[in-house]
Nanobody
Framework: QVRLVESGGGLVQAGGSLRLSCVAAGINFKIHSMRWYRQAPGKQRDLVARIFSNGTTEYVDAVKGRFTISRVNPRNTVYLQMNSLTPGDTAVYYC?????????WGKGTLVTVSS
């Protein structure tokens, strides 16, 4: 059974930092691309960043230069380091991976950035 468990969310002031973690179980982690999505209140869920099995990373423009995605394969963990946070980053952040047609999601972790 595949499980993705996010942690690290919380309340932070604008300009602050948080590091999110996602621990995966039930998959061969090292061969999976891993992604972070976020969903702000009343909005759709959007991709934030992804990291491929070879370590290549991609970011949406809104977070480039502020967020860093990384992975530690022996720990089955993907991280999202978020710096220079703004109220616009307030959202529930979700970890995601897929294998063929199967799409896996965690339950999310809430990040709230106060002004």
């Amino acid at each position: 059974q595949v499980r993705l468990v996010e942690s690290g969310g919380g309340l932070v002031q604008a300009g602050g930092s948080l590091r999110l973690s996602c621990v995966a179980a039930g998959i061969n982690f090292k061969i999976h691309s891993m992604r972070w999505y976020r969903q702000a209140p009343g909005k759709q869920r959007d991709l934030v960043a992804r990291i491929f099995s070879n370590g290549t990373t991609e970011y949406v423009d809104a977070v480039k230069g502020r967020f860093t995605i990384s992975r530690v394969n022996p720990r089955n963990t993907v991280y999202l380091q978020m710096n220079s946070l703004t109220p616009g980053d307030t959202a529930v952040y979700y970890c995601n991976t897929n294998w063929g047609p199967a799409d896996y999601w965690g339950k999310g972790t809430l990040v709230t950035v106060s002004s």
